[in-house]
């Protein structure tokens, strides 16, 4: 039986070192979490968590004022 812990150790790290620039776009960063989810068990716990951070991540953006809003 083929397991697939290979692929779960990369994934997070393509997620991490591309997280800015994809954080805003869902189908990419939703894609890889996808994949990931798909790998192993830890692996959609791990998902899971992730998800969350950017969750809250997405949602505390969006209640930080912005520069020109606060003058």
């Not at 969750?55 to 953006?61: G, N, R, S, T, V």
Request: proline letters at 3%.
């Amino acid at each position: 039986m083929a397991r697939n812990y290979g692929i779960s150790a990369l994934l997070p790290f393509v997620i991490a070192a591309n997280y800015q620039a994809w954080r805003t776009r869902g189908y990419l960063i939703g894609g890889l979490f996808f994949l990931l989810a798909n790998t192993n068990v830890i692996a959609a716990i791990m998902t899971g968590a992730f998800i969350l951070f950017w969750f809250l991540d997405l949602l505390e953006e969006r209640a930080r004022p912005t520069f020109s809003s606060t003058r």
